[in-house]
């Protein structure tokens, strides 16, 4: 007699799929997408006490982050991104997770927005029968990271913003800047 197992441990297991969007609403075509590090403005620090010297992070400060875009084609949809004004692209997406208990696949969704910038944007190669692959690189100055509904980092740089798991990072800070 086979024991059903009640859900236990989630395997996250692909990305099912994704779309990108401009202003959460134009589908910007087909593409594949590379979210930017996190990665902390660092201080080295040394001196007496200290048995060396260490970096250590500056808390809510990042280095620059990109966004890149790679697409299969040229496109007039992507083009728009080239305009020097700030840009709002939403990724959504399906991850889909294997239960052990079930093992039954759970689906949950993931979804990004990104304010940002362009830097760079490619035409891509001609090359016959294959794809093109422009790359679009876009300065981020809002990230939000959403999964399965629950809201795990957001950076807002030009407002001081920090919350990673619901807690913000920054308000001690912004109450001591008088912010």
Same mark, same amino acid.
């Given at each position: ?16 799929n994704a ?13 594949? &997408? ?9 201080? @080295? ?18 280095? @620059? ?5 790679? #697409? ?8 728009? *991104?080239?305009?020097? &004004?700030g840009h ?27 304010? @940002? ?27 939000? *990271? #959403? *999964? ?6 957001? &950076? ?13 990072? *920054?308000?001690? &800070? ?6």
């Amino acid at each position: 007699m086979s024991q059903i197992l009640p859900s236990t441990n989630l395997i996250p297991a692909v990305l099912t799929n994704a779309k990108v969007y401009k202003d959460g609403v134009d589908q910007l075509g087909v593409a594949t &997408v590379e979210a930017p590090d996190f990665e902390y403005l660092t201080e @080295s620090i040394s001196g007496l006490g200290i048995a060396g010297e260490m970096d250590v992070p500056v808390a809510g400060h990042f280095k @620059s982050m990109a966004l890149k875009i790679k #697409w299969n084609t040229a496109n007039d949809k992507a083009v728009v *991104l080239l305009q020097p &004004v700030g840009h709002h692209i939403e990724v959504r997406g399906n991850i889909q997770e294997l239960d052990a208990g079930s093992g039954k696949f759970v689906n949950k969704a993931v979804k990004v927005v990104a304010k @940002s910038l362009p830097k760079k944007i490619g035409i891509g190669k001609f090359e016959p029968g294959k794809k093109m692959e422009p790359e679009t690189e876009l300065e981020i100055y809002y990230y939000k *990271l #959403w *999964l399965g509904g629950r809201e795990l980092v957001e &950076v807002d740089k030009l407002n001081f913003i920090f919350r990673l798991d619901g807690i913000d990072q *920054l308000a001690e &800070v912004r109450a001591n800047l008088g912010m």
